[in-house]
């Protein structure tokens, strides 16, 4: 784990631009939002969750995260049919805000096309790097 800015970026997972991490699994891949994205929300009160069996596509729309301050799309970083959902979350949605890589993931997938949707998204080294330009408001 390395801070970028004031964000917590940790090894071995992949990110997208939309504030989720994979984390590839053997044939499956578990899915949660970014330190970014929880404290961008701040308190997060309220998680709506695509069901089991549900298909993704990665950039569409996969659920909503609601919090005191917003509601914001959760937006599928990879495509693929979801096989368990975190239902925790569901409800105590806190426990985003108090650990977004560990017992606040969201949802495990069976992808459909991993190699390809990889390519879309960030390895460690360019999600450091995103993620200090976040913090400088640059990108």
Do not use: C
């Amino acid at each position: 784990m390395v801070k970028a800015g004031e964000y917590e970026v940790p090894e071995g997972l992949y990110y997208s631009k939309d504030f989720e991490w994979i984390k590839i699994e053997g044939d499956k891949v578990r899915v949660g939002i970014t330190d970014y994205a929880q404290k961008s929300l701040r308190e997060i009160v309220y998680a709506e969750l695509p069901s089991a069996g549900t298909q993704l596509k990665q950039n569409e729309p996969a659920g909503t995260l609601e919090s005191v301050k917003a509601v914001s799309d959760l937006v599928s970083a990879i495509s693929g049919t979801i096989e368990e959902v975190n239902e925790e979350v569901q409800s105590k949605p806190e426990i985003l805000n108090e650990d977004p890589y560990g017992d606040g993931w969201l949802f495990i997938v069976k992808p459909s096309n991993l190699e390809v949707d990889l390519v879309n998204l960030m390895d460690f080294d360019k999600a450091v790097e995103w993620h200090k330009s976040q913090s400088t408001g640059t990108s």
